[in-house]
């Protein structure tokens, strides 16, 4: 088997065990890996940053005997602080930024093996669920259909992964971010528990503690394993989360016996989504009940999801403006019109409108959403839901190129209308999986949504892996993922 057919039969777990054999080389992963950016990038522009250089001396130094020794990866272009791999964050303002040090994120995934060789785009500062950053020079583009995103904020991850480039990526969830990008480009996403994947030490958290790192991959078990890598608190985190009953890994291998399922097929407010997704969902319960789960019609929440939308807008408007307030102290000068994108500047706009009161209370609003939320799942073990209200968006859609922080987010045809269910389950902090189970008949993906009660990641892996064995989605790829 040539080193490019192993590249395409194997996912993560598959090409370690294929350099624990000595049947590869992590040279070889490595080579194949950049050919592929070489050959498939142009067409999607999903790469930030590349440092071939870091690489190749991690591999000449010698990698650590881990679980994943001599895979190559891909870090977001947010967050995951590596010296090797600076951070623009998806903006010319902070083009080529250098990281203070290494993230613990990140040492644990070099302790694991994996060979970083660069980063993957996003939009500027995380926001919006497209990925079209105007610092990479263009929108990254879909691998099934190339006229549409693959999503955001993780969609340069999705993008390679889909794109057939790597087996896995790096990813991070503030608003949906993971979520967003896998069901778009037919992949497997967690948003774990809150707490559960610490940001230390540079952050105590993102976004008002509703954001996380984590990963987009093709298969469950890969998803699982880089999890059980990563999770854990540091010293001074400002949350833990639940202990787990047992790891990702051994989630995936286990039965999650008979569940109560509620599934739902609007939006938390009753409105009507894309028939395929619809669709999307309506397959999705008529699998789960043949395999033995209870399966019901879940009534509407009793929770202001408006009220708690609105209140995270805020939330995320004071991060990009501390963010902004940050680099403009350490120049010495303000941030002026034309150094970011206008929409990023209009989310400052909105900042300055909010007072510390007014932020603790728009805090205070989306943790009674939570509670809310939680009391309305305590009668199901899992939610079902689509986790886009409709298909993947025309690249475009979303463009940051205006002038309205909340209409862009709140307004008809923006992006809560767009992904209505994701955010809600950052805010309670719950966790929350999008599920690779469907495509329109024009072979554009649509993901199912899952989401469990707090600390209840293993129950959702358990039934991914079970989703995954009755319905499999790893050998489904992309047109470009067979560009040569």
């Not at 790469?47 to 190749?56: F, K, M, V």
């Not at 967050?79 to 990140?106: H, I, M, N, Q, T």
């Not at 890969?222 to 985190?237: H, I, K, N, R």
């Not at 690779?436 to 899952?450: I, K």
Request: negative net charge; proline residues 8%; hydrophobic residues 40%.
């Amino acid at each position: 088997m040539s080193i490019a057919d192993a590249f395409d039969a194997h996912d993560a777990t598959g090409l370690a065990a294929l350099v624990a054999g000595g049947e590869v080389s992590p040279t070889e992963l490595l080579d194949e890996a950049l050919s592929r950016v070489d050959a498939r990038n142009p067409a999607l522009n999903a790469i930030a940053s590349l440092n071939e250089g870091a690489a190749r001396r991690m591999i000449s130094e010698g990698l650590p005997d881990g679980p994943f020794k001599g895979v190559p990866f891909l870090l977001k272009d947010i967050g995951a602080e590596a010296v090797d791999f600076p951070v623009s964050s998806g903006s010319a303002l902070l083009k080529g930024a250098p990281c203070p040090g290494d993230s613990r994120f990140y040492e644990k995934l070099r302790a694991a093996g994996l060979v970083t060789f660069g980063r993957t785009t996003s939009p500027e500062f995380g926001v919006g669920p497209a990925t079209e950053a105007a610092v990479y020079g263009g929108p990254t583009r879909n691998p099934w259909n190339t006229d549409h995103t693959s999503g955001g904020s993780s969609g340069g991850a999705a993008a390679v992964v889909a794109g057939g480039i790597l087996p896995v990526a790096h990813a991070s969830d503030g608003a949906g971010s993971i979520r967003i990008p896998a069901a778009s480009c037919g992949l497997y996403g967690i948003k774990p528990t809150r707490g559960r994947v610490s940001m230390a030490p540079f952050a105590g958290e993102g976004w008002g503690g509703m954001s996380t790192a984590g990963f987009v991959t093709r298969t469950v078990r890969d998803q699982a394993a880089l999890m059980d890598l990563v999770m854990g608190p540091e010293l001074g985190d400002p949350y833990a989360a639940p202990p787990l009953p047992m790891s990702f890994a051994e989630a995936a291998r286990t039965d999650p016996g008979k569940l109560r399922i509620g599934v739902l097929t609007t939006t938390f407010t009753g409105d009507p989504i894309h028939p395929e997704c619809v669709k999307a969902v309506e397959d999705a319960a008529a699998l789960l009940k043949d395999l033995g789960h209870e399966v019901f019609e879940a009534p509407l929440p009793d929770a202001d999801t408006p009220t708690a939308m609105r209140a995270l807008m805020d939330i995320i408007s004071c991060g990009t403006a501390l963010k902004l307030r940050s680099v403009a102290a350490a120049r010495g000068r303000e941030i002026e019109q034309g150094e970011v994108e206008r929409i990023a500047f209009a989310s400052r706009r909105h900042a300055e409108t909010i007072d510390g009161a007014a932020y603790l209370g728009a805090i205070n609003i989306v943790h009674a959403y939570g509670r809310a939320l939680a009391r309305w799942m305590s009668g199901m073990d899992v939610l079902v839901t689509t986790t886009l209200s409709q298909p993947p968006a025309e690249v475009g859609r979303f463009s940051h190129d205006r002038d309205d922080f909340l209409e862009f987010r709140l307004g008809p045809n923006g992006v809560l209308e767009y992904s209505p269910y994701c955010a809600a389950f950052n805010s309670s902090g719950q966790p929350a999986v999008s599920v690779p189970l469907h495509w329109t008949p024009d072979g554009l993906p649509v993901g199912v949504h899952l989401a469990a009660p707090y600390g209840e990641d293993c129950r959702l892996v358990s039934l991914s892996a079970q989703l995954e064995t009755a319905k499999p989605w790893a050998d489904k790829r992309a047109p470009l993922a067979n560009f040569a």
